[in-house]
């Protein structure tokens, strides 16, 4: 079984850290925000090269930041546009040790250092995005990730404000929550099973087109 886990740990203990190594290790997939890793649970700076115990499983290490002005991530290479390939707030100077690096930045001083990385350990990998990036790219390296770790299905080609859940009922049947996290109404293409809407008690087919009222939501159990 694949797992898959994105987080920001600014502040863990070194227990966590370890689990986090042990989990890629064993064939986990993860994708760390900037600053993970930085402190302790009592927000104690660490004092090693950052980011430090979790270094292990992600190949890479740093002692240089800086707040980036007029910088952008070297050749586009999510494919986001040159307005959507700027960052921002916070950027980490990385240097691999074994990541492949994924982007660099386009700057003169700092153009060697690595911005996003991702690193093969043991069983699973470790990617890290060590500065701000637009929601363009965030949203490249989240759902090249997904795939990579074979997870990406038709939920994930909805976007916000759709959100869909989905579990088995005590019949052994799937169901789908479709929800509208929004004050307008919004027209969604179900691309799931045959199913039945339990609220309005009726038939759903796959590529039905579902009209979803403000804050609205769709059940259905599936056949």
């Given at each position: 079984m694949v797992y898959y886990i994105i987080l920001t740990t600014y502040a863990a203990p070194d227990s966590l850290l370890k689990r986090l190594n042990s989990f890629v290790n064993?064939?986990?997939?993860?994708?760390?925000?900037?600053?993970?890793?930085?402190?302790?649970?009592n927000v104690k700076v660490r004092t090693c090269r950052q980011p430090g115990i979790i270094s292990e499983a992600c190949g890479i290490s740093y002692s240089l930041f800086s707040v980036p002005q007029n910088v952008?991530?070297?050749?586009?290479?999510?494919?986001?546009?040159?307005?959507?390939?700027?960052?921002?707030?916070w950027m980490e100077l990385i240097t691999p040790t074994t990541a492949k690096v994924l982007a660099c930045y386009d700057h003169p001083a700092w153009g060697s250092y690595a911005a996003i990385t991702q690193n093969i350990y043991g069983k699973g990998t470790a990617t890290y995005v060590g500065c701000m990036t637009s929601n363009q790219v965030l949203e490249k390296i989240l759902a090249n990730e997904v795939k990579n770790a074979g997870l990406w299905g038709d939920a994930q080609k909805l976007y916000f404000p759709v959100i869909t859940k989905d579990g088995l009922n005590d019949l052994g049947k799937r169901v789908r929550y479709i929800f509208n996290y929004s004050s307008k109404p919004i027209s969604v293409k179900y691309t799931f099973g045959n199913g039945h809407e339990l609220l309005l008690n009726k038939t759903v087919d796959k590529n039905?087109?579902?009209?979803?009222?403000?804050?609205?939501m769709k059940i259905i159990e599936e056949k």
């Open positions: 064993k064939g986990g997939h993860v994708v760390y925000s900037f600053k993970s890793g930085f402190s302790d649970q952008s991530l070297k050749g586009d290479p999510f494919g986001v546009g040159e307005a959507n390939n700027k960052i921002t707030t039905t087109l579902l009209e979803l009222e403000p804050w609205g």
